[in-house]
């Protein structure tokens, strides 16, 4: 992996790596993987031809678009527990990539310790995936693959993009960076395989099949989304507006969850746009990492796992924490993120079970998220505004 400050150590590569596979092998061998047997039960029915939404099965019910469950009928073929590590330590190994990734694209090298802390401080959220075998992982990596190659190989970038967008549609976020960015060939490559790969299903089960599972697919979400919106684990906007009111509120839940959606947004794109103004690379990379925070913090179920989209902004917070080079700044960067990673090691094992979950209905861990956002962006406006240079990790 090269960088324009030079490779990356080794040794934060193997730090990194050691990291994410230990909480991987911990969540598979000691907890139950709730959402990965959703996706097996999934991969199995695609793989049989048979219906993938089904009612009986609420709460834990497919809700992805019918052409992802083929990306797990390779696991459904193998014996349970096998495919079940398998996921496991694949999304483990995705999550290592996705985090070097993202490091290439910095414009200097961090120093080794920083990879590690970025780990511990996304750790309530990575901790989740793994817990409960879900797919935010792969989809983080998805997003940031698209991005390192939307340079040098567009096509191949739109390719994952549309992969990513499938599984979650909020990631079109990065085909309107896209199109702002004039990246023409990428955003056509995103429409023509997104649009390849929802008609895959045809060639499977038929147009009459495929098109009835298209229609149940988009009737779970109306009738399954609603009942889960102030679940505990909801850590993003509509979770937010759970704090006043519920939906059977109505329009008035409706506008006041879009309220705190849209300031949240406007504060986020205040930043970016005089970032933009002063330093237009940083304001590039910038724009990827809100793009990537925002599908999981505005989503209607924006559940804990999801801010795991929050990694490209932590490297964000740190980068401009170091070059700040102040400890009282260094140490007010780090108290969302630190007060998130001290609630997710210590929380539950104080509180119980169950007070542990009328914890969660604070909704401290996205509030915590927004704050470090919101925080990452300011830092990096002061880097570029004071015009620092930057400086070899070794000097930190």
């Not at 193998?78 to 993202?102: D, G, K, Q």
């Not at 940083?282 to 801010?307: D, E, F, I, K």
């Amino acid at each position: 992996m090269t960088h324009p400050g030079g490779r990356q150590p080794l040794a934060a590569w193997v730090v990194v790596s050691i990291g994410v596979f230990a909480l991987a092998i911990h969540a598979v061998v000691f907890q139950v993987q709730a959402d990965w047997a959703v996706f097996y039960k999934a991969g199995a029915n695609a793989l049989a031809g048979q219906p993938l939404y089904r009612y009986e099965d609420l709460p834990w019910v497919y809700k992805y678009a019918p052409v992802t469950a083929y990306l797990f009928a390779p696991f459904a073929a193998l014996p349970e527990t096998l495919a079940r590590w398998s996921w496991v330590l694949l999304n483990a190994a995705v999550l290592v990539r996705a985090i070097h990734l993202w490091a290439s694209m910095m414009p200097r090298p961090l120093p080794r310790w920083a990879h590690a802390l970025v780990v511990v401080l996304a750790l309530p959220f990575v901790k989740q995936v793994f817990l409960y075998g879900n797919c935010d992982t792969l989809l983080l990596w998805l997003a940031l693959e698209s991005e390192a190659l939307r340079g040098t190989r567009p096509v191949a970038s739109g390719a994952f993009l549309a992969v990513a967008c499938l599984f979650k549609p909020p990631l079109a976020l990065l085909v309107l960076v896209a199109l702002f960015s004039r990246e023409w060939r990428r955003v056509v490559a995103v429409g023509v395989f997104g649009l390849a790969l929802l008609l895959l299903p045809v060639l499977f089960s038929g147009p009459s099949f495929a098109w009835s599972e298209i229609l149940a697919w988009r009737k779970m979400l109306e009738d399954s989304t609603g009942p889960l919106i102030c679940a505990n684990q909801n850590q993003g906007v509509f979770g937010f507006a759970c704090w006043f009111l519920s939906p059977a509120d109505g329009a008035r839940y409706t506008l006041l969850a879009a309220g705190l959606g849209l300031a949240l947004a406007s504060v986020l794109s205040a930043l970016l746009v005089s970032l933009a103004r002063v330093d237009a690379a940083r304001a590039r990379l910038a724009v990827t990492a809100v793009a990537v925070y925002c599908t999981a913090v505005l989503s209607p179920l924006g559940w804990r796992n999801n801010l795991v989209m929050l990694v490209p902004l932590l490297f964000l917070l740190l980068d401009a924490a170091l070059l700040l080079r102040s400890r009282a700044t260094f140490a007010w960067a780090m108290v969302a993120p630190g007060l998130g990673t001290l609630m997710g090691l210590l929380a539950y094992e104080i509180l119980g079970r169950a007070r542990f979950q009328q914890f969660l209905e604070l909704r401290l861990f996205g509030l915590c998220a927004a704050v470090t956002a919101v925080s990452a962006l300011v830092l990096q406006l002061r880097v570029a505004r004071r015009g620092l240079p930057e400086a070899p990790a070794d000097q930190h």
